[in-house]
């Protein structure tokens, strides 16, 4: 038995890191989560994954008046971000390129907060024009940054090669070819799964700490017993 089966599924959050309308991140997600469900850790119940999507948490642009490595949240919006995040316990980042970085919105969420994301396990999966190369690099410093520890590999996802056209309009900017990953990329997704659960073994859900805050965080008065938690 190992770790993380002795301490409870390990819980890796999902997060989809875009929020346009007419998004693909959704269909990425969902890609991922049906790779991430095969993964024999998962059949096994060692671990879960659960759809983090940043759009339905709706965050404005950072309104809380004190940095987040304080703890201190003013705002309920916050406090139930805060409480999403702090509920798992390592993250797979799915993230399109935007202008070669990472979206706005996926930016923001990551500063809302701080001892939630630290110390924890993370993974990139990325899609763009031609992958998206140049958002992982920029997420990779960023997550480093809070304190997270990124697995070394990422997966890329490239808008023609991952995905069929054939049935669409490749000039109409709306178009919604569906997604149709080449080969090596599933196995790619499933060794980034299993080096990330690798980083979170013993993070199961019986021994995860509490940020340690005083103000409002996690671990606050509307921390994530009394805040339902996004996907659940
Ligand atoms: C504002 C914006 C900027 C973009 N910049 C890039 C880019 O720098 N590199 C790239 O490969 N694709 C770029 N793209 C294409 C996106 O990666 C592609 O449209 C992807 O589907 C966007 O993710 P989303 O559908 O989840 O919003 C950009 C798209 C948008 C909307």
């Given amino acids: 038995m190992n770790s993380a089966q002795k301490n409870g599924p390990v819980v890796v959050g999902l997060v989809v890191g875009s929020s346009r309308p007419g998004r693909r991140g959704p269909a990425v997600a969902r890609w991922a989560a049906e ?18 999507d940043l759009a339905e948490q709706r965050l404005p642009m950072l309104d809380e008046p004190v940095p ?17 995040v702090a509920a798992c316990d390592a993250f797979i ?11 706005a919105v996926l930016k ?9 994301w630290r110390g924890k396990p ?3 999966l990325c ?5 998206g190369g140049q958002a992982v690099e920029h997420l990779r410093s960023i997550l480093t940054e809070v304190g997270m520890t990124v697995v070394p590999g990422h997966v890329e996802l490239g808008l023609f090669a991952d995905f069929d056209w054939s049935g669409e309009e490749s000039s109409d900017p709306t178009a919604q070819a569906p997604i149709v990953p080449g080969e090596g990329r599933a196995a790619a997704l499933t060794a980034m799964l299993t080096d990330l659960l690798t980083a979170a073994g013993g993070r199961g859900s019986g021994d995860r700490p509490e940020p340690d805050r ?13 805040v339902p938690v996004a996907g659940r």
């Fill in 35 to 52: 790779v991430a469900a095969g993964h024999p850790v998962i059949r096994a119940g060692a671990a879960t994954v659960e759809l983090i």
């Fill in 68 to 84: 987040a490595r304080f703890g201190d949240y003013r705002h309920d919006h916050t406090r139930r971000w805060s409480a999403v």
């Fill in 93 to 103: 980042f799915v993230t399109p390129e935007y202008n070669h970085s990472i979206p």
């Fill in 108 to 116: 923001n969420g990551i500063d809302y907060l701080d001892a939630e």
């Fill in 122 to 124: 993370a993974g990139v």
């Fill in 127 to 131: 899609y763009g024009v031609h992958g």
């Fill in 214 to 226: 005083a103000g409002g965080g996690a671990g606050g008065a509307t921390g994530r017993d009394t």
